[in-house]
């Protein structure tokens, strides 16, 4: 039998899914998946409710659920206003340039959030000044700096207890500092734009890619601390290649995943006496070549071996708990050849008639881990 993971379903997508759902929830957030709203999404999110993450930006701008993840990977990888904007377009040609323009920063307004700049100097002296003099700004105005001081905190252990303040509060700052104390603020430089994070958006605090990609040390992945290429090291390349090294952490975090479940899975084979082997890995799928009798055994070592998987990004990520919605794969196809999906009978020009018709072949089955606990009529690997 052919027992593999469900395609386009774990392993490359729930590898960048777990990234932003978990590392962005990890820290600086707390120690609870979902604590973010962007983890919350992709926990609870259901595909065929509508209700997941593509699904959601889809209907928002009108274009299909596909494209609708092009535009979110691109963004969540750096794309910003212009290629936003571009692709907009390219997938929805009713569009005019206006109007796309405004949608693309609708988008990043309340996905990405609002860019804060950190603090220069200057910046810390203005800060210093108005916490001395807190009579001269208004209440809405010391709210919303409140609020952003707030998220800087929340922020401290990525950004070295750094101050990050948007551009439109600072201005505001400015603008006081120059009426009460002289023309000389408005020629001075409060913020550094080149250091920044995002503040109000569902993925603000997914920040912490970046952070990584952009570590002064040699970036590296958070599950098993494999360093990035060093033709890609910041002290070399400095702040070029930005999305290439942000897409890095989660590409490279996905092949962590890869090999992970490839050692679990190869261990309990073993362990278990289970007669299986490794026969193809394509981008999100793994499939292995299993003996009759041992495939429904096979197929909850996979669930297993996820399960190990998943743990093991969680605790370097600082997290002490596992949903059981993301402890087991969705489903583990168990089949008798090779084909995207169990239940397609290949149809062809020269197999017109079909796998059953012709060969006998029957479809496979997609199990998730109640189906197969149900099969073996046992939670154990042990052969009975």
């Given at each position: 039998?052919?027992?593999?993971?469900?395609?386009?379903?774990?392993?490359?997508?729930?590898?960048?899914r777990?990234?932003?759902?978990?590392?962005?929830?990890?820290?600086?957030?707390?120690?609870?998946?979902?604590?973010?709203p962007?983890?919350?999404?992709?926990?609870?999110?259901?595909?065929?409710?509508?209700?997941?993450?593509?699904?959601?930006?889809?209907?928002?701008?009108?274009?299909?659920?596909?494209?609708?993840?092009?535009?979110?990977?691109?963004?969540?990888?750096?794309?910003?206003?212009?290629l936003?904007?571009?692709?907009?377009?390219?997938?929805?040609?009713?569009?005019?340039?206006?109007?796309?323009?405004?949608?693309?920063?609708?988008?990043?307004?309340?996905?990405?959030?609002?860019?804060?700049q950190?603090?220069?100097?200057?910046?810390m002296?203005?800060?210093?000044?108005?916490?001395?003099?807190?009579?001269?700004?208004?209440?809405?105005?010391?709210?919303?700096?409140?609020?952003?001081l707030?998220?800087?905190?929340?922020?401290?252990?990525?950004?070295?207890?750094?101050?990050?303040?948007?551009?439109?509060?600072?201005?505001?700052?400015?603008?006081?500092?120059?009426?009460?104390?002289?023309?000389?603020?408005?020629?001075?430089?409060?913020?550094?734009?080149?250091?920044?994070?995002?503040?109000g958006?569902?993925?603000?605090?997914?920040?912490?890619?970046?952070?990584?990609?952009?570590?002064?040390s040699?970036?590296?992945?958070?599950?098993?601390?494999?360093?990035i290429?060093?033709?890609?090291?910041?002290?070399?390349?400095?702040?070029?290649?930005?999305?290439?090294?942000?897409?890095?952490?989660?590409?490279?975090?996905?092949?962590?995943?890869?090999?992970?479940?490839?050692?679990?899975?190869?261990?309990?084979f073993?362990?278990?006496?289970?007669?299986?082997?490794f026969?193809?890995?394509?981008?999100?799928?793994?499939?292995?070549?299993?003996?009759?009798?041992?495939?429904?055994?096979?197929?909850?070592v996979?669930?297993?071996?996820?399960?190990?998987?998943?743990?093991?990004?969680?605790?370097?990520?600082?997290?002490?708990?596992?949903?059981?919605?993301?402890?087991?794969?969705?489903?583990?196809?168990?089949?008798?050849?090779?084909?995207?999906?169990?239940?397609?009978?290949?149809?062809?020009?020269s197999?017109?008639?079909?796998?059953r018709?012709?060969?006998?072949?029957?479809?496979?089955?997609?199990?998730?881990?109640?189906?197969?606990?149900?099969?073996?009529?046992?939670?154990?690997?042990?052969?009975?």
């Amino acid at each position: 039998a052919v027992v593999s993971t469900q395609s386009d379903r774990e392993l490359m997508d729930s590898g960048e899914r777990l990234l932003e759902g978990i590392g962005e929830s990890g820290r600086p957030l707390g120690t609870v998946h979902g604590s973010s709203p962007l983890g919350w999404m992709c926990l609870q999110g259901d595909k065929s409710l509508g209700t997941d993450m593509h699904s959601r930006t889809a209907e928002a701008i009108g274009i299909s659920r596909h494209n609708a993840k092009v535009v979110n990977y691109a963004r969540i990888y750096g794309a910003g206003l212009g290629l936003t904007q571009k692709l907009l377009q390219t997938f929805n040609p009713q569009l005019d340039a206006k109007e796309a323009k405004r949608k693309a920063a609708q988008i990043l307004e309340s996905t990405k959030g609002v860019k804060m700049q950190r603090l220069t100097a200057a910046g810390m002296l203005s800060l210093d000044i108005f916490n001395k003099h807190l009579t001269i700004i208004s209440p809405e105005l010391k709210e919303q700096l409140a609020i952003e001081l707030s998220y800087c905190e929340e922020m401290s252990s990525y950004t070295n207890s750094n101050v990050y303040l948007t551009k439109k509060t600072v201005e505001a700052l400015r603008q006081l500092l120059t009426k009460e104390w002289g023309g000389k603020w408005s020629y001075t430089s409060l913020q550094d734009p080149s250091d920044y994070i995002y503040y109000g958006g569902t993925e603000s605090h997914i920040t912490a890619l970046e952070f990584i990609a952009n570590s002064s040390s040699v970036p590296r992945t958070p599950a098993l601390d494999c360093a990035i290429a060093k033709s890609l090291q910041p002290d070399l390349v400095g702040q070029d290649f930005a999305m290439s090294r942000t897409n890095w952490v989660v590409q490279s975090s996905a092949v962590d995943y890869l090999h992970l479940l490839l050692t679990n899975s190869n261990w309990l084979f073993k362990e278990y006496n289970i007669d299986a082997r490794f026969i193809l890995s394509i981008h999100d799928e793994v499939r292995y070549l299993v003996r009759s009798k041992d495939r429904y055994r096979a197929a909850l070592v996979l669930h297993v071996s996820n399960l190990y998987t998943r743990s093991m990004f969680a605790y370097k990520l600082g997290m002490r708990d596992l949903p059981n919605s993301v402890a087991f794969f969705s489903a583990v196809d168990v089949d008798w050849v090779m084909r995207k999906e169990v239940d397609l009978d290949c149809r062809s020009p020269s197999n017109q008639n079909g796998l059953r018709e012709t060969y006998g072949i029957p479809f496979g089955e997609s199990l998730d881990i109640h189906e197969v606990l149900d099969k073996l009529k046992s939670t154990s690997l042990v052969d009975t």
